[in-house]
Structures are given as structure tokens and as C-alpha cells.
């Protein structure tokens, strides 16, 4: 086949694509990924995976993103995705050869000529009068111009291929019989009224009813070792300085418009100016031309001068949520105007700005990737600032700096040492640096790092219990001929009555509730429940019937669905048995270092030659 001679860069961007995520091992082999490098980031069904060819699928995921600037968490999600792809390609790739599964070219061919790839059936290149045309793709696939993305599709549709060729293996079995049918089909018709009786702990008994000893606490710690485990979880301290402007930037912000508005009045063009001034990007092209508007849509302050001001006048400076402006009303009638407006935002500016630079460029240099612990201290001394302690951080989660949560922190922590401390975290009020302290290992932490928690757990077991006697007098009164929403009014239990619902749309996602509301005969009241969210008492109201005739008439297209439902889930979960099954040994920890950590290897290997 001949090199390329004509194809549209969206098509060519789309098939990038389809090869990168719809198969990861397109670009690099199976057999490449898992050989020829010393280094190595992992073992997964026993092969190795080569740091090198990893790093550089990780890199072609990046890339795939277009371009855009990925932060440290969305980083972390490819390397995530890539390397539980190589897992799952592994244990496919090890379950086609132990049943013993091959793709044939006649197999792989019909598969790419009949089955496009879903991006490619939008591209206009391949449709008649607005809809995908097959033949035209067809057409396409066979000529000179696609040839230079046969062998990926090939690849790709292969996998494919084998993949289909196990999943109707796996899922032969897949057949619902008619009494599970009618099962599903009560499920979705069967219909129950309740009156239901809602216990939620923390809002039906007080903390002052459930005080807690230093001795039951301790106890409770002791007996409930696995309640209190933890991933690992880093101590962090930190620096902050404030990007948000002040006073004087205000003031800079209205001597300036001030200033512009004295040219206009002195005879200046307006809209000249607007094109030149304004930063509402929108409207200053256009000399700051604003379509008609009806009166309440604008900023308040900015519709009491539009609706008042002479037309044809200047206005004085308005401030408005996005800054300080500049009106002119070209024509107004009734509760509609229309004009041009100038905009000079509020921004950091002059001596502010100088004086918050001078600040960031100290905690960069005395601060900012440093494995001495010291640096944090030297940089909040050197900007005259205090230094803060983060929330513990759980690994998985991200940093909590005082009521903010900051972005890429809770990545670095857990690639750095202890003492080290990050670059400067850039956000849009202000500068972080953060130093890690510490790290708790995986599970329970010490009493003394978790006792609020401890405390927690204690009281709402003994408000639970109490919760639970609540529930048990409305039951028993109820038992004994008393009304139960009025026994629930008296004991100041909230109640409500729900229904009619079917088991697919309960009035709480409670599965004890709703198999109560169904299991009870009409008028019973059960036992007390405790669920996930709180404790709670039902009395079944009556319970409507499906109709057997409508389920057989509708029987066949009811099992269809089923069965492709079932077989999903039974997809799914061979999947993740096969993936869990794998022996998987992941060092991409020691990969991936922090940029201080990087800078102290290379000094040392300098040192050494």
C-alpha cells in the first residue's frame, strides 16, 4: 500500500484516538511492554513491564489529551488508567491462550469493514444527506488513504475480535427462566403504600443524652480495632500567601477608569477607547457595543444607571461585580435599553502586585523543593508569615488547607520524604507551599491522633440504642390498637406516608425498607430497622398486584433486555475475577520522585563521577 495522500486532520486526530483508548498495547506490543529493559515498574501474571515502554504509554495517553495542561491529580489518573489496562490486557491476553482463542484475518476484516469505530460514523467525510453512509467508509478503509492506519486498526480489531470470541464463551449460560422473569417484572409493577417512621440519630436524641467517659472510649478503641483503620495518611504543614487584591488595588483600578473617562468627555471616541481598555472581551472588539437588554437582567448597580442616566451621557464609574465600568445609553424605552459600556476589572496591581511578587519569589527560592525541613521555617520567616498545619491527609483524597482544598498537594505528599518540601501550588487567591511532616502508615492509628473519632463512635452507639427503645414504644403501642401516625406524633418520631412505589423506585434507598413495605402483610407494622442512614419502622398501607396477563404478552421483549443486562454483569464480574486473580507487583513509587528528590540524585551521581 502507498503512503498517505489525502485525509482530514479530524479524521486522523479521531483515529489516534480510537487506537490509544480503545486498545493500549497498539503503540507498544504486549511482548515490548514486558521485555527488553533491566528497569522495570512492575510485574503483572508473572512478566515484567519495562519502566521505559510504561512511561512512554503514560506519555502517549497525555499527548492524547490534545494538548491540554493536565494537572498533578489528572496525571496521576493516566498513569492509573495505562497501568490497569496493561493489567487487563495480561490476564486477556494469558485467558486466550489457555482457550486457546485466535483472530482470523477473514475474522478481523469483516469485523473493521462492518463495525467502524464509533468516532468515525460523526465524520462528515463519511456521510450522505446528514447520516453515516457504510459504503462510503467502506470505500474508504480499502483505498491508499487509510493504509497508514491498517496495521493499528488491525491490531485493535484483533483484540476485539478475541475479546467477543471469550465474552460469548464466558456468557453462554446467560438465559433467565420465566420465573425469574415474572420476578423482575413484579419488581417493576408490584406496587406498596407505607407509613414510614424515621429515626435519624443525631436528630432525635441529643448529644447531652449520651455522655461519654475517658474509660469507654478507651474500651471502645481496644474493642473496635478495624472501625478505626486508615490508609496512609500524611501530616502536613504550610505556608499561604494571598493573591486577592486590597484597598489600594481598588483605588488604582478607579483612577484609572477615572482617567478614561476624562478622555472620552474631552472628546475622545468611546468605542476607540473600549477597543483599546476594556477587558470584557466580549463587547470590546465592537467598541464595547452591548445588545438590548430588559431591565433586572444587568448587575443592580449598573441597571439604576442605565435606567436613569441622560442618554448620550458618560456615566461616572460604576462599581459591579466585575469591576469598575463606564456607561453610555444610546436608546432606552419602556424597562429596555441598549448601549456601550467600558470595562476596568479590580485587579492586583503597582506596589500590591510588586510586593506579592517579591514574596512568591522568596518562598521559591528559600522554600520550594527542599529535602531540609528547616526550609518551610526560613521562608515563612523571610515573608514575616505564620505556618499552618494541613487536615490529616488519607491517601486517595486531597490536601485540606483550612477551609480550602488544594489541588496536586495530596499527589506530591505521597511521593516525597519526610522533611521535603513541594513546589509552590499555584491557585487563583494565592500561593501554598506545603512541608510534610509525617506519615501514619496503613491502619489504626494511635488513640491520641484519632479520639474525636473514638468519641464520635461511642455516642452514637449510645444514641443509637436509645434511638432503637424510641422505635420500640411506637411498635408496641401500635401492637396494642394505638394509631401509628399518632403514636409517632407523640413521640416526635417523623413519619411519613409514601407510595404507591415499586422495589426499583423506593421512597429511600434503604433495601431493608423496601423488603419490609413488600413482606408485610397490609396493616402489620415491622419489626424496628436499622438501616444505613438511620432506624426506621414501616406499616405496610396495601400492596397492588402486577397483572400476570401484561407480563406473558410482554414476556419475550422483558427476557431480551435481561439477557443483555445479565450478560454484562457477568462480563464485569469475570473481568475483575481475572484481574484480581493476577499476581501484580507495583513499584511505580519509586518511578516517580518529586522534583527535589530528582535534583539530590543527580547531585550525588555528579558527587560520585
Same mark, same amino acid.
Given at each position: 500500500?502507498?503512503?498517505?495522500?489525502?485525509?482530514?486532520?479530524?479524521?486522523?486526530?479521531?483515529?489516534?484516538?480510537?487506537?490509544? @483508548?480503545?486498545?493500549?498495547?497498539?503503540?507498544?506490543?504486549?511482548?515490548?511492554?514486558?521485555?527488553?529493559? !533491566?528497569?522495570?515498574?512492575?510485574?503483572?501474571?508473572?512478566?515484567?513491564?519495562?519502566?521505559?515502554?510504561?512511561?512512554?504509554?503514560?506519555?502517549?495517553?497525555?499527548?492524547?489529551?490534545?494538548?491540554?495542561?493536565?494537572?498533578?491529580?489528572?496525571?496521576?489518573?493516566?498513569?492509573?488508567?495505562?497501568?490497569?489496562?496493561?493489567?487487563?490486557?495480561?490476564?486477556?491476553?494469558?485467558?486466550?491462550?489457555?482457550?486457546?482463542?485466535?483472530?482470523?484475518?477473514?475474522?478481523?476484516?469483516?469485523?473493521?469493514?462492518?463495525?467502524?469505530?464509533?468516532?468515525?460514523?460523526?465524520?462528515?467525510?463519511?456521510?450522505?444527506?446528514?447520516?453515516?453512509?457504510?459504503?462510503?467508509?467502506?470505500?474508504?478503509?480499502?483505498?491508499?488513504?487509510?493504509?497508514?492506519?491498517?496495521?493499528?486498526?488491525?491490531?485493535?480489531?484483533?483484540?476485539?475480535?478475541?475479546?467477543?470470541?471469550? @465474552?460469548?464463551?464466558?456468557?453462554?449460560?446467560?438465559?433467565?427462566?420465566?420465573?425469574?422473569?415474572?420476578?423482575?417484572?413484579?419488581?417493576? =409493577?408490584?406496587?406498596?403504600?407505607?407509613?414510614?417512621?424515621?429515626?435519624?440519630?443525631?436528630?432525635?436524641?441529643?448529644?447531652?443524652?449520651?455522655?461519654?467517659?475517658?474509660?469507654?472510649?478507651?474500651?471502645?478503641?481496644?474493642?473496635?480495632?478495624?472501625? @478505626?483503620?486508615?490508609?496512609?495518611?500524611?501530616?502536613?504543614?504550610?505556608?499561604?500567601?494571598?493573591?486577592?487584591?486590597?484597598?489600594?488595588?481598588?483605588?488604582?483600578?478607579?483612577?484609572?477608569?477615572?482617567?478614561?473617562?476624562?478622555?472620552?468627555?474631552?472628546?475622545?471616541?468611546?468605542?476607540?477607547?473600549?477597543?483599546?481598555?476594556?477587558?470584557?472581551?466580549?463587547?470590546?472588539?465592537? +467598541?464595547?457595543?452591548?445588545?438590548?437588554?430588559?431591565?433586572?437582567?444587568?448587575?443592580?448597580?449598573?441597571?439604576?444607571?442605565? @435606567?436613569?442616566?441622560?442618554?448620550?451621557?458618560?456615566?461616572?464609574?460604576?462599581?459591579?461585580?466585575?469591576?469598575?465600568?463606564?456607561?453610555?445609553?444610546?436608546?432606552?424605552?419602556?424597562?429596555?435599553?441598549?448601549?456601550?459600556?467600558?470595562?476596568?476589572?479590580?485587579?492586583?496591581?503597582?506596589?500590591?502586585?510588586? =510586593?506579592?511578587?517579591?514574596?512568591?519569589?522568596?518562598?521559591?527560592?528559600?522554600?520550594?523543593?527542599?529535602?531540609?525541613?528547616?526550609?518551610?521555617?526560613?521562608?515563612?520567616?523571610?515573608?514575616?508569615?505564620?505556618?499552618?498545619?494541613?487536615?490529616?491527609?488519607?491517601?486517595?483524597?486531597? *490536601?485540606?488547607?483550612?477551609?480550602?482544598?488544594?489541588?496536586?498537594?495530596?499527589?506530591?505528599?505521597?511521593?516525597?520524604?519526610?522533611?521535603?518540601?513541594?513546589?509552590?501550588?499555584?491557585?487563583?487567591?494565592?500561593?501554598?507551599?506545603?512541608?510534610?511532616?509525617?506519615?501514619?502508615?496503613? +491502619?489504626?492509628?494511635?488513640?491520641?491522633?484519632?479520639?474525636?473519632?473514638?468519641?464520635?463512635?461511642?455516642?452514637?452507639?449510645?444514641?443509637?440504642?436509645?434511638?432503637?427503645?424510641?422505635?420500640?414504644?411506637?411498635?408496641?403501642? *401500635?401492637?396494642?390498637?394505638?394509631?401509628?401516625?399518632?403514636?409517632?406524633?407523640?413521640?416526635?418520631?417523623?413519619?411519613?406516608?409514601?407510595?404507591?412505589?415499586?422495589?426499583? !423506585?423506593?421512597?429511600?434507598p434503604e433495601p431493608i425498607v423496601v423488603g419490609a413495605a413488600f413482606g408485610l402483610d397490609s396493616g402489620k407494622v415491622s419489626a424496628v430497622l436499622e438501616g444505613k442512614n438511620g432506624l426506621f419502622v414501616v406499616q405496610n398501607l396495601g400492596i397492588t398486584r402486577p397483572d400476570s396477563s401484561a407480563f406473558t404478552k410482554t414476556l419475550e421483549g422483558i427476557r431480551n433486555d435481561a439477557?443483555?443486562?445479565?450478560?454484562?454483569?457477568? *462480563?464485569?464480574?469475570?473481568?475483575?475475577?481475572?484481574?484480581?486473580?493476577?499476581?501484580?507487583?507495583?513499584?511505580?513509587?519509586?518511578?516517580?520522585?518529586?522534583?527535589?528528590?530528582?535534583?539530590?540524585?543527580?547531585?550525588?551521581?555528579?558527587?560520585?563521577?
Amino acid at each position: 500500500m502507498q503512503a498517505v495522500r489525502s485525509l482530514s486532520t479530524k479524521i486522523a486526530a479521531a483515529i489516534m484516538v480510537v487506537l490509544m @483508548f480503545g486498545f493500549i498495547a497498539t503503540f507498544v506490543p504486549w511482548d515490548q511492554i514486558t521485555g527488553g529493559s !533491566n528497569a522495570i515498574v512492575g510485574t503483572i501474571a508473572g512478566r515484567s513491564v519495562s519502566t521505559k515502554n510504561y512511561l512512554a504509554l503514560v506519555q502517549q495517553a497525555i499527548d492524547a489529551q490534545r494538548g491540554s495542561s493536565l494537572t498533578a491529580e489528572e496525571v496521576q489518573q493516566v498513569r492509573d488508567y495505562v497501568w490497569d489496562q496493561l493489567i487487563q490486557e495480561a490476564v486477556l491476553t494469558r485467558e486466550f491462550d489457555r482457550r486457546g482463542l485466535t483472530a482470523s484475518t477473514q475474522e478481523i476484516t469483516e469485523r473493521l469493514l462492518n463495525d467502524p469505530p464509533p468516532s468515525l460514523t460523526q465524520e462528515d467525510e463519511f456521510k450522505t444527506d446528514g447520516k453515516f453512509d457504510l459504503a462510503k467508509y467502506q470505500r474508504w478503509i480499502k483505498s491508499t488513504v487509510a493504509a497508514p492506519y491498517l496495521p493499528g486498526l488491525e491490531q485493535q480489531y484483533a483484540g476485539e475480535v478475541l475479546r467477543s470470541k471469550l @465474552f460469548r464463551v464466558v456468557t453462554a449460560d446467560v438465559y433467565p427462566s420465566d420465573a425469574s422473569m415474572w420476578q423482575r417484572y413484579r419488581d417493576q =409493577h408490584e406496587s406498596a403504600r407505607i407509613d414510614l417512621a424515621t429515626l435519624i440519630v443525631n436528630s432525635v436524641i441529643p448529644d447531652s443524652a449520651a455522655p461519654v467517659t475517658d474509660a469507654e472510649v478507651q474500651a471502645y478503641y481496644k474493642a473496635h480495632p478495624e472501625e @478505626f483503620k486508615r490508609p496512609r495518611t500524611a501530616y502536613l504543614s504550610y505556608l499561604f500567601t494571598s493573591r486577592l487584591t486590597d484597598a489600594s488595588d481598588s483605588a488604582a483600578s478607579l483612577e484609572h477608569i477615572r482617567s478614561l473617562r476624562t478622555e472620552i468627555t474631552s472628546g475622545g471616541d468611546f468605542g476607540e477607547v473600549a477597543k483599546r481598555e476594556s477587558a470584557d472581551t466580549a463587547t470590546a472588539p465592537k +467598541g464595547g457595543e452591548l445588545a438590548e437588554w430588559t431591565k433586572g437582567s444587568k448587575d443592580p448597580a449598573f441597571d439604576k444607571v442605565a @435606567f436613569s442616566i441622560p442618554l448620550k451621557a458618560v456615566s461616572e464609574p460604576i462599581l459591579t461585580a466585575e469591576g469598575y465600568q463606564l456607561l453610555e445609553i444610546t436608546s432606552r424605552t419602556g424597562n429596555k435599553a441598549q448601549g456601550r459600556h467600558l470595562l476596568i476589572p479590580i485587579e492586583v496591581q503597582g506596589a500590591h502586585r510588586d =510586593h506579592l511578587d517579591a514574596q512568591a519569589d522568596s518562598l521559591e527560592r528559600l522554600g520550594a523543593e527542599k529535602l531540609d525541613p528547616a526550609a518551610l521555617d526560613t521562608a515563612a520567616k523571610a515573608i514575616g508569615t505564620r505556618i499552618y498545619k494541613a487536615v490529616p491527609t488519607e491517601e486517595g483524597s486531597r *490536601v485540606q488547607a483550612g477551609v480550602q482544598v488544594v489541588p496536586d498537594a495530596a499527589i506530591w505528599a505521597f511521593q516525597a520524604k519526610v522533611g521535603e518540601t513541594s513546589r509552590i501550588i499555584e491557585v487563583s487567591y494565592g500561593y501554598f507551599l506545603f512541608r510534610l511532616d509525617s506519615v501514619q502508615a496503613a +491502619g489504626t492509628p494511635p488513640l491520641d491522633r484519632i479520639r474525636d473519632g473514638v468519641v464520635y463512635s461511642v455516642r452514637q452507639e449510645k444514641k443509637t440504642a436509645l434511638a432503637r427503645q424510641l422505635a420500640q414504644q411506637l411498635i408496641d403501642r *401500635v401492637n396494642k390498637g394505638e394509631n401509628f401516625a399518632a403514636v409517632a406524633q407523640a413521640l416526635k418520631i417523623p413519619h411519613n406516608v409514601d407510595g404507591p412505589f415499586t422495589r426499583v !423506585n423506593p421512597p429511600v434507598p434503604e433495601p431493608i425498607v423496601v423488603g419490609a413495605a413488600f413482606g408485610l402483610d397490609s396493616g402489620k407494622v415491622s419489626a424496628v430497622l436499622e438501616g444505613k442512614n438511620g432506624l426506621f419502622v414501616v406499616q405496610n398501607l396495601g400492596i397492588t398486584r402486577p397483572d400476570s396477563s401484561a407480563f406473558t404478552k410482554t414476556l419475550e421483549g422483558i427476557r431480551n433486555d435481561a439477557i443483555r443486562l445479565d450478560r454484562q454483569s457477568r *462480563v464485569r464480574s469475570y473481568l475483575a475475577g481475572l484481574q484480581s486473580s493476577a499476581k501484580v507487583v507495583d513499584r511505580r513509587a519509586k518511578v516517580f520522585q518529586t522534583e527535589a528528590q530528582a535534583e539530590a540524585a543527580q547531585a550525588r551521581n555528579a558527587t560520585r563521577q
